[in-house]
């Protein structure tokens, strides 16, 4: 059958595709893991694992957590992974081959079991499950097995289908083919190139947002149907996934799917010969078919969520990780809204921390990190969409008030940083549609917010005791504190510089800023649909 013609390149391609990923991800825990996650972290996980089972999050770190663990663990998964990218697994006996993989995948599991919300997000369970399945796979002296390849089919068919019906049943502007008018703009971490995309002419961006309906819920098809068709099905899902990576810092979930994208080829397509390889042992197929058999079983509610009114977006129903639900972007927000943490040794002269990626300072040009995964910086982007904010009002975190009140704190050197921290709720980006092109009905407002105190000194203590509203602050922020429950941040307005992604088009204006009448807080939230967060 032309269906199967040819799987050895294409085996080869996504193993180093993979293994790419894999290096990058260990890479990323041993860099982040320890200051968001780790004995001095954020989120700890010695008291994450005190609070939950191991039959519900399996992890190597129920047996104990060390930041010296970790480290041993990230690094054993960058080793494995570089040996899988230069090829040296592939000449490995088969069930040496099956070991290494599995070992990656349940190192990588065992870090995303206890990443809490720092690893909560689709692509984490994405990679967990292409990882096992390629296990599978098998070295390159060996044939590739085909159901392997079907499964993988699978899941490509899983990503993209289920981010397309995401999309239409949660979102209008999906369906009116407008959400590219706002998404380069309001999207999570913009890369150099988002400007540009953003101001493309509108048509172009309908247009766009059809040809991604198309790719997203038809194309998907093709994928089980012989070949050419199953490869133009791939092509069309690797050329959408690569516009996304010229206009947009997504971490490594448009590369995995490109990755998953090569399995819809063959070698007859792509015009190389297969060389002999030798068939498989018995042993092995027998645990292929256990293999199918656990899949077909495991999909079953995932094929039935596609027809679900309540789609589940980025879910798993295992604890392992795997044959799950996907999607991404089911709503869109039409403003862009940023908190900013600033720090302060007097009270008067602020400065603000920055991000390596999250937008601050609209004229900073947005730096490309992709594939590289920035979780805080993601997760500030989150952050606004679960917070209520009003004029000389309290807004409160929920949800995130424990990695979010300690944040600022940990920004602190007692040694140098400053003394005073505050957050900082801003519109920066936000567009204002004007009269007849003219100014704007109002000026800009930034949300300038106290947030807390930190290692304050008594001398420093004394002369700001005369304010009773800063001290009325202080002792709510405490409070706050000890029930690590939700933080409380009293709000004033001061001007904002000009939005790098305003522009004009046709006879309307556009600019950023709230008008008056407008509320203070985003109603367009691009929540995740799911139980299981992601971007």
């Known amino acids: 059958m032309r269906w199967l013609d040819g799987l050895w390149l294409v085996r080869l391609l996504f193993l180093r595709g993979l293994a790419a990923i894999y290096l990058i991800a260990f890479l990323s825990a041993l860099n982040q893991f320890p200051a968001l996650l780790g004995e001095r972290g954020l989120l700890p996980v010695r008291d994450f694992v005190d609070a939950v089972r191991f039959r519900d999050a399996p992890s190597l770190f129920h047996w104990r957590y060390s930041d010296r663990l970790l480290r041993a663990v990230a690094w054993t998964g960058i080793v494995l992974a570089a040996l899988a990218l230069v090829g040296v697994i592939d000449r490995a006996p088969w069930p040496l081959f099956i070991a290494v993989w599995l070992v990656m995948w349940a190192l990588y599991l065992s870090i995303v079991n206890v990443g809490q919300t720092f690893y909560a997000f689709g692509w984490e369970s994405m990679l967990c499950e292409a990882g096992f399945f390629a296990a599978f796979l098998g070295p390159a002296h060996l044939q590739p097995p085909v159901i392997v390849v079907v499964i993988l089919r699978w899941m490509l068919f899983r990503v993209e289908l289920g981010a397309g019906l995401i999309k239409l049943r949660h979102d209008q502007c999906w369906r009116d083919l407008t959400c590219l008018y706002y998404h380069y703009e309001t999207q999570p971490l913009p890369n150099p190139l988002s400007r540009r995309f953003h101001r493309f002419p509108m048509w172009l961006h309908r247009l766009s947002v059809a040809f991604s309906h198309f790719v997203q819920i038809v194309a998907p098809f093709g994928l089980f149907a012989p070949q050419p068709i199953a490869s133009i099905s791939a092509a069309l899902a690797i050329s959408q996934q690569l516009l996304l990576i010229v206009s947009g810092n997504y971490a490594w979930l448009n590369w995995l799917t490109v990755v998953l994208g090569v399995v819809g080829f063959s070698d007859r397509v792509l015009h190389v010969a297969t060389p002999a390889m030798l068939p498989r042992p018995v042993a092995y197929d027998v645990i292929l078919y256990l293999l199918a058999a656990m899949t077909a079983a495991m999909s079953v509610?995932?094929?039935?969520?596609?027809?679900?009114?309540?789609?589940?977006?980025?879910?798993?129903?295992?604890?392992?990780?795997?044959?799950?639900?996907?999607?991404?972007?089911?709503?869109?927000?039409?403003?862009?809204?940023?908190?900013?943490?600033?720090?302060?040794?007097?009270?008067?002269?602020?400065?603000?921390?920055?991000?390596?990626?999250?937008?601050g300072d609209p004229a900073r040009r947005p730096p490309q990190v992709a594939p590289y995964h920035l979780r805080l910086d993601w997760l500030m982007w989150f952050l606004p969409f679960s917070v209520r904010v009003g004029r000389d009002r309290i807004f409160d975190v929920p949800g995130y008030g424990l990695w979010f009140i300690r944040c600022p704190s940990a920004k602190c050197d007692p040694g140098n940083e400053p003394l005073l921290v505050r957050g900082i709720h801003s519109r920066a980006f936000s567009h204002v549609r004007t009269r007849g092109g003219g100014d704007p009905c109002r000026r800009p407002l930034r949300w300038r917010t106290l947030l807390a105190f930190a290692r304050k000194p008594e001398a420093h203590r004394e002369r700001h005791r005369g304010s009773s509203r800063l001290h009325q602050h202080h002792r709510r922020f405490r409070l706050r504190r000890r029930l690590a429950s939700r933080a409380f941040l009293a709000t004033r307005a001061i001007p904002l510089p000009q939005s790098p992604f305003r522009r004009t088009h046709r006879a309307d204006s556009f600019t950023h800023g709230p008008t008056q009448g407008c509320a203070a807080h985003p109603r367009e939230h691009n929540r995740p649909v799911s139980r299981h967060n992601s971007g």
């Open 301 to 359: 509610r995932p094929a039935l969520n596609f027809f679900s009114r309540d789609q589940y977006m980025n879910y798993c129903w295992n604890r392992f990780h795997l044959v799950c639900a996907y999607g991404a972007f089911g709503s869109i927000t039409k403003k862009r809204y940023e908190i900013a943490i600033e720090g302060s040794a007097d009270g008067a002269e602020w400065k603000e921390y920055g991000f390596r990626a999250k937008p």
